[in-house]
């Protein structure tokens, strides 16, 4: 099935406008690229990014359109949506003269390709990380299995992969993991494949929870050998007394830096003097905050591993 991808350009601050105006006639499934929409939502979420691609923001540049998908024998379609631009333009000519741009998308079953993207990722010496389609795939390492495209955490970035190198080396049989920002699970899958006995996963997003139990459970593991929990160990005291109230042997913290800074405080309520604490998400530029920050939480920095631009720490409670 060959389909076109339709794009309509406009002027920032009206692109919702002409998006109303698309599915009032009956389109659906629009995608709209707008630079001011993605600017207001890093600012909105400026404490969750050290991190924005420059590339990306290049090609945000003054955009401003809606982009619809018709099937290449879709000529009822595409009349209509000549009809929907030409009322548009006489109602509104001052939003940009709402030029249309065909394209001829190749022919591709588009409900597998997108899994193109998420190839077998062998990490450290011993673990890979597998989408859940690959899961049967013959391998001498142990398996991380996750629905990849459902939330952060698939194995691919610098800082996820730091942590899982780190593990191979500290994750001792029968050790207890506690995982903070835990994300689609994979750290603490990981953990367990490298042969805890137990983890816990916690993350503010509620919908990570789900997406993390879901996860484990492709790997084979449920309560009690992990547990996701929603909540934030800083603002809910409780919470907070509760999982503190646990024995950990690791704890995995793969954020960003500001949050990490936010959390240094309450860490050493979860470490015992033997537990080890490894930090991630952290750029180049951040990592002297961030050590400042747990050194002052009273933690003593054991190791620091590179990758790219990013840091990760290896650090426990500063010994008396």
């Known amino acids: 099935m060959a389909w076109l991808e339709m794009t309509v350009s406009t002027l920032p601050g009206t692109i919702e406008d002409v998006a109303a105006a698309f599915t009032a006639a009956g389109f659906s499934d629009l995608v709209l690229e707008d ?53 548009l333009r006489q109602a509104h000519g001052d939003w940009g003269g709402l030029e249309l741009d065909c394209k001829l998308l190749p022919d591709t079953d588009w409900e597998e390709s997108w899994k193109e993207n998420y190839p077998p990722q062998p990490i450290g010496q011993s673990l890979i990380v597998l989408p ?3 899961a049967d795939l013959e391998t001498d390492r142990k398996k991380v299995i996750l629905d990849p495209g459902l939330t ?30 835990s994300g ?50 800083t603002e809910d005291k409780a919470m907070m007394a509760r999982l503190a109230a646990g024995s950990y042997d690791m ?13 240094s405080p309450v860490l050493p309520h979860f470490l015992r003097e033997s537990s080890l604490l490894l930090c991630s998400g952290i750029l180049d530029s951040r990592l002297q905050d961030v050590t400042a920050a747990l050194q002052q939480a009273g933690l003593e920095i054991l190791d620091i591993h590179a990758k790219e631009d990013w840091r990760s720490i290896c650090a426990r409670r500063k010994r008396s």
């Open 35 to 87: 630079q001011a929409e993605f600017e207001d939502f890093l600012e909105d979420n400026k404490a969750y990014w050290d991190y924005i691609d420059e590339e990306l923001q290049q090609k945000l540049q003054g955009l401003s359109c809606v982009k619809l998908y018709l099937e290449t024998t879709d000529t009822t379609g595409m009349e209509r949506l000549k009809n929907t631009l030409a009322a």
């Open 132 to 134: 859940y389609w690959q």
């Open 152 to 181: 952060f955490g698939t194995g691919a970035h610098p800082s996820t992969q730091m942590v899982m190198e780190f593990m191979e080396q500290l994750v001792t049989p029968g050790c207890q993991c506690l995982d903070l920002g």
């Open 184 to 233: 689609s699970g994979i750290l603490s899958i990981a953990a367990l494949r490298l042969g805890a006995s137990c983890a816990i996963g916690v993350d503010i997003d509620p919908k990570a929870e789900d997406i993390a139990r879901e996860n484990a459970a492709y790997n084979g593991f449920s309560a009690p050998e992990f547990t996701a929990i929603t909540g934030n160990v």
């Open 251 to 263: 704890v995995l913290v793969n954020i960003v830096a500001d949050v990490i800074i936010g959390l």
